[in-house]
């Protein structure tokens, strides 16, 4: 069974955005009527309704005909059937600039385990918004590279100024807000090996050509990369094994033919990225060739994610009004010491337009809910519900009323057919 973790959160969160204001134009405001019970129930009701029907990547089916009918119910226009079939974008406002794009991811992770009022927070003043705001419901984020998709499907996308985005961080205290300026998230990828020697019966090992020692020793030897080829002050180099197997499985006694690993390669510049996969590559080869073994490196047909990098500009305006929210709390609004090695494909995103990715703090040890990510002990923190939708909110509001210089898009995305 998998889980849902984020997908209910973000989705929850850009749904519910129409829903309270009306006359609203403070970030305090908009905090506390995102904070009354009537929304706290609302969005309560729908993250759990989302929770019971996880899906993997670009399989969200149950999951975007959910967001379909929640939009409908709102009145709200959207596009649906994007980046293979299940993305969605909707559409609030007044259809001109500035254009303001807020994403929500849609899957889930294959784990088992022990955003909705966003959108009614500015349907109910969709006709007095000064200008447009896109809720883009993106599939294929745990892996897919499911922005890339979106990107590619939407021409309306891809001409939004400004883009947010937002992950729960149970790493973050309950109730604060954490971002830094300049990369955030670190970039990553994915390899698999299989290391192929020569198997028979464990009990003649000189007759054999032994592909389990071959790959512990590629394990050992690439622990190596972040410890002494990796500047620790700049580079941020993890490479992580978390998968050794023997494809034919077999009795204990028997020697296997191959032995296949697998792992993540994650690093803060592309530059040391693409270094440091090189490395891996070389070093996978040269030590099953040391123990007269044959090896095969390939990513797994993962698309590699570009660190997340916030703009300078639209970081300062997300802190601003996130300070502001908090009436000037300096303690619920804080600075990261440095970026997470998580990954995220809110890159693709970042490397198009100027865009702020924010961190929502759960972590709370009475509740169990400061457990990582990823991790069949998670629990979700429901109680941030209203301070994610109230500053998802907020933040469309203020760069709609106050539009600083438009910022046009970095580049032209490009694009192959196989992404659509």
Same mark, same amino acid.
């Given at each position: 069974m998998a889980t849902a973790w984020a997908t209910p959160l973000t989705i929850v969160l850009v749904l519910g955005l129409a829903a309270v204001v009306t006359c609203l134009s403070t970030p305090p405001e908009v905090l506390v009527e995102a904070s009354s019970q009537g929304m706290r129930d609302f969005m309560g009701l729908h993250y759990r309704a989302l929770h019971r029907i996880p899906e993997l990547k670009f399989e969200e089916h149950l999951t975007s005909n959910k967001v379909q009918s929640a939009l409908k119910e709102l009145g709200i226009k959207f596009t649906a059937g994007l980046a293979g079939g299940t993305g969605i974008i909707a559409t609030i406002g007044s259809g001109r600039a500035p254009v303001v794009a807020l994403r929500a991811d849609m899957d889930?992770?294959?784990?088992?385990?022990?955003?909705?009022?966003l959108t009614r927070m500015l349907?109910?003043?969709?006709?007095?918004?000064q200008?447009?705001?896109?809720?883009?419901?993106?599939?294929?984020?745990?892996?897919?590279?499911?922005?890339?998709?979106?990107l590619a499907s939407?021409?309306?996308?891809?001409?939004?100024?400004?883009?947010?985005?937002?992950?729960n961080a149970p790493?973050?205290?309950?109730g604060v807000i954490s971002s830094r300026p300049g990369t955030i998230m670190a970039a990553s990828t994915s390899f698999h090996a299989t290391i192929t020697g020569a198997g028979g019966h464990a009990a003649y090992p000189h007759l054999l050509v032994?592909?389990?020692?071959?790959?512990?020793?590629c394990i050992t030897a690439l622990q190596t990369l972040a410890s002494r080829e990796a500047d620790p002050a700049s580079d941020g180099v993890v490479v992580s094994v978390t998968q050794l197997h023997t494809p034919s499985g077999g009795a204990v006694n028997v020697m296997p033919d191959e032995v296949v690993i697998g792992g993540t390669i994650r690093a803060l510049t592309p530059e040391t990225f693409t270094r440091i996969q090189e490395r891996v590559y070389a070093i996978i080869k040269?030590?099953?060739?040391?123990?007269? &073994?044959?090896?095969?490196?390939?990513?797994?047909?993962?698309i590699p994610y570009p660190p997340v990098v916030n703009d300078l500009s639209l970081y300062n305006i997300g802190m601003e009004v996130a300070t502001e929210m908090f009436q000037g709390d300096a303690s619920k609004v804080t600075v990261a010491d440095a970026p997470t090695m998580g990954a995220e494909d809110f890159s693709f995103f970042a490397q198009q337009k100027? &865009?702020?990715?924010?961190?929502?703090?759960?972590?709370?040890?009475?509740?169990g809910t400061d457990v990582t990510l990823h991790s069949r002990r998670y629990k979700f923190n429901e109680e941030v519900l209203p301070l994610g939708a109230a500053l998802h909110t907020a933040v469309a509001l203020h760069v709609m009323s106050n539009p600083p210089d438009l910022w046009p898009p970095r580049h032209r995305f490009e694009s192959t057919r196989d992404e659509l």
């Open positions: 889930a992770l294959p784990v088992v385990e022990p955003d909705d009022v349907q109910a003043r969709a006709a007095s918004l200008g447009t705001v896109l809720l883009v419901f993106q599939p294929g984020e745990e892996g897919g590279a499911g922005a890339r998709r979106m939407s021409e309306e996308l891809r001409a939004a100024h400004v883009m947010f985005g937002m992950h790493w973050v205290p309950q032994d592909p389990v020692v071959a790959a512990a020793a040269a030590q099953a060739e040391l123990h007269r &073994c044959n090896a095969s490196v390939h990513s797994g047909g993962r100027p &865009c702020m990715f924010f961190f929502l703090g759960q972590a709370n040890a009475t509740t």
